[in-house]
């Protein structure tokens, strides 16, 4: 009763005789769109089992399972499958199957990163949108990682009931799978987008040092120009300003020349 009572659990699978109790997280369609953390982006719901009962614990109504209850009113399940048993696979494989709409945004935002991948200046506002991504399905990951450990305890029945515990774990498989994927590629673009920022430090860098370059000597020609020593020739003759000038432009040139000639110049 604690643990059913208790907003901040995580999935889990304990059994008392002929009792089982089961937790589950799902997705909370109110969440805030920046909601981070397990207890803000989820919604628990534990479930007592038993021979001939199945009843649920959650603080508040959850829109999947009032769309569950709407769906068993208009169709009742008359499949031969026990209604105890059918009902406990829907309402876990409804509450996994609600990840999808974080998973599927988190996808469409993957798109988008990477559509935008060498279009983007300013990447302190993506960096954050992409670790708020990566978080999101980090946290979807790590509560159907509880949960499948939870349904790796409960011994697979005998009876016809056996499917469909066998199709909540497919299901969590999936549903896993999926969000495993998307964290590697959110942690692939992340990587990108760091290895972009540096690459354009770097050719920042260069074009800084290659302008250095071509003003040091330039720097040292007009800095013997300009200490005035009374004997320097060039300081009487008519032609030694323009003679300057020409020298420090035949070194510019020749600097860049050479800076060519070794593809610094390059984008």
């Not at 059994?15 to 982006?41: K, M, N, T, W």
């Not at 009032?66 to 829907?90: Q, W």
Request: net charge negative.
């Amino acid at each position: 009763m604690q643990d059913s009572l208790e907003p901040d659990h995580l999935p889990k699978y304990e059994r008392i005789g002929e009792a089982q109790f089961i937790i589950v997280r799902a997705y909370d369609e109110l969440c805030s769109p920046h909601a981070a953390s397990a207890q803000a982006l989820t919604r628990k719901v534990a479930i007592f089992l038993g021979p001939d009962y199945l009843i649920t614990v959650h603080r508040k109504d959850q829109a999947f399972l009032a769309r569950l209850r709407e769906e068993y009113a208009a169709h009742p399940p008359g499949d031969g499958v026990p209604v105890k048993a059918r009902l406990f696979a829907d309402i876990v494989n409804t509450a996994v199957n609600t990840f999808d709409t974080p998973l599927d945004a988190a996808e469409k935002e993957l798109e988008r990163f990477e559509r935008t991948l060498f279009h983007q200046r300013d990447l302190v506002p993506v960096l954050h949108e992409i670790l708020t991504a990566r978080r999101r399905v980090g946290l979807v990951k790590r509560m159907l990682a509880h949960t499948i450990n939870a349904f790796v305890k409960i011994p697979t029945p005998s009876d016809s009931s056996s499917t469909l515990l066998q199709d909540i774990r497919e299901n969590l498989d999936a549903m896993f799978t999926w969000a495993d994927e998307l964290l590697e590629e959110l942690d692939t673009l992340l990587s990108l987008q760091l290895g972009l920022a540096s690459h354009r430090t770097n050719q920042t860098m260069r074009m800084l040092t290659v302008i250095s370059a071509f003003f040091l000597p330039l720097t040292f020609i007009v800095g013997v120009y300009g200490m005035n020593f009374k004997h320097m020739p060039e300081l009487e003759a008519t032609w030694g300003y323009p003679a300057a000038l020409l020298l420090c432009l035949a070194v510019a040139m020749g600097i860049g020349a050479w800076f060519r000639r070794q593809g610094w110049l390059k984008q």
